[in-house]
């Protein structure tokens, strides 16, 4: 197919790559819909290799164009470049944890006999002799002798577990293939809990369907094809299953998401140690969230937003389940309980709170009652306060969006944290503001969103402002320290942070109010973040970029289609694009609770009107765009952008560019390695720099 390597000249000089559209149409209960471009679902057939690679010399010359990049890409290195240590954890008498010693690729992954001691390396993933295989995380027995690790390669989704003995160093025999997923230690450390889908057919291993998943044990010493069944329902093969061993090591936890039912889930386990080791469906109903928090004296401590939006912690007596004895411990309150842990030999929970993106920390005891808040070092977020049940130590994270991650040690029998490590970044951060602000979105509804700029700024509107949304699937934005946002605020940047709907920041009625048929509430709540940061003079149209990854890229590419002209670039990533076909590739099915069910004739109503391939409208004039994904993500398939570049680039009417970013053998991460990262975002801001014309 030579014909690919030409190029056809659209709009004011830009030439892109061509891709011909076929005729293929679907039939949606009446309603045709063309799709020109299927064919590059099809991500390794000759023809789209050719256009990949088109697109790839495109995207080169013109990014190799912005003499900013160089200078920008040099200055994430600086600020990158210091040794980092993560927040530890202990099991047994051995404390785990990261490091990076500055530039390092991978962080490496070590152990100590104390905090500060002397450190042995467990894995480092800089060494492996595929440049392509990275660390995926690590389960460590509750007694600190064995560890089961995992590995990936290309940034896929599938992962390999290897297998080490942290007594004498050797790395055992066993290897288990084919996860999407961790693995649960059994109570005698003889062996884990998985599971595992049906495996792909070759050639397929990228895109098939991952369905019909189920509940496995290995036993070490013996090869994977002798992993017994622990549960298995092929009559829900569309149930997501994830398993976790109790800190009692008596009780395995198995949490069963159905993809129909949005924002609920049920809790099954088995008790290790009963004659029959059936599986007991202690939540059975998928009316809410729960989350098994422990087990103490034989009592299961679940969080759960049943009748409590913004989450309350209950009891659960396994011998009397019906609801009527339940007993509430914490009750909902005005904060989102964002999570909870039990420690302190069982007697204290530790409660963290969350109020638009602000934490606080609490003390309880197991009746409920308020011990008193754990001090912290400020106004921002945490990450941790975990451990084992016994642990009377845990340890935390701390930061906000101009405070770097610094880690603490917090004892619960003095009620005092100890800094062990901060870190020191090559940056003026006192430069700069962090605030937050509030806006009117259409209906009314007051929309909480984070700002950063320098401390100079004036509300001239000329302020170029990156703004980044997610919108989904719960998940709450916060004052996370990233240090890939000081390069862009160095360079006159604002950073915003919009806490639009769909997201869970007030808890999972914000959620709800942003999912399948409300979906376009989501994108109007974005879009009115944008007008509201025109109308407030921080910036123009024509200053602001916008960003977005996984469902944050379908957010932007979505908003692109409603206002093209409310926005002077987009850089949507690795998104969600064909919203009639997204359940038919790897995990996508498991969105249908979240976007839609394209087999319902009622869902592809709205479904239409929001997805972003099928909102395209020839003859518009769109902003520049730069559209990134990668050509292994096994996730959200990178034939969503393909398919959305194609006809984008088609439609395109004025002279900005639309551009494919695309990243071989790299996964939904974007890329293998620190360094590949780092590109990415250079890459990114220079083309900001350039089309939001930061440097005239």
Request: hydrophobic share 35%.
């Given at each position: 197919m030579g014909?690919?390597?030409?190029l056809v000249?659209?709009g004011a000089?830009?030439a892109?790559?061509?891709a011909f ?5 679907d039939?949606?209960?009446?309603t045709?819909?063309?799709d020109?471009?299927?064919?590059l679902?099809s991500?390794?057939?000759?023809e789209?290799?050719e ?5 790839g010399e495109l995207?080169e010359s013109?990014?190799?164009?912005v003499?900013?990049l160089e200078?920008?890409r040099a200055?994430l290195d600086e600020i990158?470049d210091y ?5 530890p ?10 490091i990076?010693?500055g530039l ?6 070590c152990m100590a006999d104390?905090i ?7 894995v480092?993933?800089?060494?492996f002799?595929d440049?392509?295989?990275s660390f995926?995380?690590?389960i460590?027995t ?5 560890m ?8 896929s989704d ?5 297998f080490t ?6 790395v055992?025999?066993?290897t ?5 997923g ?5 109570g005698?450390n003889s062996g884990?809990?998985?599971?595992m889908y049906d495996?792909?057919?070759?050639g ?5 369907e ?7 044990f290995?036993?070490l ?6 992993d017994?069944l ?9 149930w ?18 159905d ?13 290790m140690?009963?004659?029959d080791r059936?599986v007991?469906?202690?939540?059975r109903?998928f009316?809410?969230?729960?989350y098994?928090l422990?087990?103490i004296?034989g009592?299961?401590?679940v969080?759960?937003d049943?009748?409590a939006p ?6 659960i007596d396994?011998?009397n389940p019906?609801r009527?004895n ?15 842990s039990i420690?302190?030999?069982g007697r204290t929970?530790?409660?963290?709170y969350t109020?638009?993106?602000y934490d606080s920390v ?5 009746e409920?009652?308020i011990?008193?808040e754990?001090?912290?070092p400020g106004?921002g977020s945490v990450?941790g306060?975990g451990?084992?049940q016994?642990d009377?130590?845990?340890f ?5 969006f ?7 040690r ?6 005092e944290?100890t ?6 970044v090559?940056a003026?951060l006192?430069?700069f503001t ?9 209906d009314?509804t007051?929309i ?10 004036e509300?001239d509107?000329t302020?170029?402002?990156?703004m980044s949304g997610y919108?989904g699937f ?9 240090r890939?946002?000081i390069p862009?605020?160095e360079m ?6 919009p806490?639009?709907r769909g997201?869970g920041?007030y808890?999972s009625?914000?959620h ?5 048929e409300?979906?376009?509430?989501v994108f109007?709540d ?6 509201y940061?025109i109308d407030?003079?921080?910036t123009?149209?024509e200053k602001?970029g916008i960003?977005?990854a996984?469902?944050?890229?379908t957010?932007v590419a979505?908003v692109l289609?409603m206002?093209?002209d409310?926005f002077?670039?987009?850089a949507?990533a690795?998104?969600v ?12 099915w498991?969105w249908k609770?979240?976007y ?8 592809v109503?709205f ?5 972003p391939y ?8 769109y902003?520049?765009v ?10 959200v398939?990178?034939g ?8 984008l ?5 004025g002279s900005a560019?639309i551009l494919?970013?695309i990243?071989?053998s790299?996964?939904?991460g974007g890329?293998?390695?620190?360094s590949e ?7 990114k801001y220079a083309?900001?720099?350039?089309e ?5």
């Amino acid at each position: 197919m030579g014909w690919l390597l030409l190029l056809v000249t659209l709009g004011a000089g830009v030439a892109y790559p061509p891709a011909f559209p076929g005729d293929v149409v679907d039939d949606y209960s009446g309603t045709p819909v063309p799709d020109p471009y299927r064919w590059l679902e099809s991500v390794d057939s000759a023809e789209t290799l050719e256009w990949v690679q088109a697109q790839g010399e495109l995207w080169e010359s013109y990014i190799s164009s912005v003499p900013e990049l160089e200078t920008i890409r040099a200055r994430l290195d600086e600020i990158y470049d210091y040794f980092h240590v993560s927040m530890p954890y202990r099991r047994g008498e051995r404390y785990f944890f990261y490091i990076n010693e500055g530039l390092q690729e991978h962080p490496v992954f070590c152990m100590a006999d104390s905090i500060g001691g002397e450190r042995t390396i467990l894995v480092d993933p800089n060494a492996f002799s595929d440049d392509r295989r990275s660390f995926s995380g690590s389960i460590v027995t509750n007694d600190g002798t064995l560890m089961a690790w995992l590995t990936s390669t290309d940034g896929s989704d599938w992962k390999t577990v290897n297998f080490t003995d942290l007594e004498t160093g050797d790395v055992l025999g066993d290897t288990l293939f084919w996860l999407k997923g961790g693995v649960a230690w059994n109570g005698g450390n003889s062996g884990v809990f998985y599971t595992m889908y049906d495996l792909p057919e070759e050639g397929e291993e990228f895109t098939q369907e991952n369905r019909n998943q189920r509940v496995l044990f290995h036993r070490l010493g013996t090869p994977q094809e002798q992993d017994s069944l622990v549960y298995h329902r092929p009559d829900k093969p569309d149930w997501m299953l994830y398993t976790g061993m109790l800190d009692d090591d008596r009780h395995l936890a198995i949490y069963i998401y159905d993809a129909n039912i949005s924002s609920c889930n049920g809790v099954f386990y088995i008790d290790m140690e009963s004659a029959d080791r059936q599986v007991v469906e202690l939540l059975r109903d998928f009316d809410a969230t729960y989350y098994l928090l422990n087990i103490i004296d034989g009592i299961f401590y679940v969080m759960t937003d049943l009748d409590a939006p913004r989450y309350r912690v209950i009891a659960i007596d396994p011998s009397n389940p019906s609801r009527e004895n339940w007993v509430e411990i914490i009750p909902e309150s005005d904060k989102l309980l964002g999570w909870a842990s039990i420690l302190d030999g069982g007697r204290t929970m530790l409660v963290t709170y969350t109020w638009e993106g602000y934490d606080s920390v609490h003390r309880f005891d197991l009746e409920g009652n308020i011990l008193g808040e754990v001090e912290l070092p400020g106004r921002g977020s945490v990450w941790g306060f975990g451990g084992m049940q016994e642990d009377t130590e845990t340890f935390y994270t701390f930061s906000s969006f101009l405070t770097p991650g610094a880690v603490y040690r917090y004892d619960l029998e003095t009620d005092e944290s100890t800094l062990i490590w901060l870190p020191e970044v090559d940056a003026d951060l006192s430069a700069f503001t962090e605030t937050m602000v509030y806006y009117q979105s259409f209906d009314g509804t007051t929309i909480p969103m984070f700002l950063v700029y320098p401390n100079d700024m004036e509300l001239d509107g000329t302020n170029p402002v990156m703004m980044s949304g997610y919108g989904g699937f719960n998940y709450s934005m916060g004052p996370y320290f990233s240090r890939t946002v000081i390069p862009w605020l160095e360079m006159g940047g604002i950073y915003a942070v919009p806490c639009i709907r769909g997201g869970g920041e007030y808890g999972s009625e914000w959620h709800t109010a942003g999912i399948r048929e409300n979906r376009p509430t989501v994108f109007r709540d974005f879009i009115a973040a944008a007008e509201y940061l025109i109308d407030e003079r921080y910036t123009a149209s024509e200053k602001i970029g916008i960003t977005g990854a996984s469902n944050g890229g379908t957010l932007v590419a979505a908003v692109l289609n409603m206002r093209p002209d409310l926005f002077g670039a987009a850089a949507p990533a690795m998104g969600v694009r064909d919203l009639l076909r997204f359940h038919k590739f790897t995990i996508g099915w498991a969105w249908k609770s979240e976007y839609g069910d394209p087999d319902d004739p009622d869902d592809v109503e709205f479904l239409l009107g929001y997805s972003p391939y099928h909102n395209i409208t020839q003859g518009v004039e769109y902003p520049s765009v730069m559209i990134s994904t990668a050509d292994h993500d096994d996730r959200v398939v990178p034939g969503h952008s393909y398919k959305y570049g194609a006809r984008l680039q088609a439609a395109q009417a004025g002279s900005a560019p639309i551009l494919m970013r695309i990243t071989p053998s790299a996964g939904h991460g974007g890329a293998v390695g620190l360094s590949e990262g780092l590109d990415c975002t250079a890459e990114k801001y220079a083309f900001f720099w350039r089309e939001l014309g930061m440097g005239e």
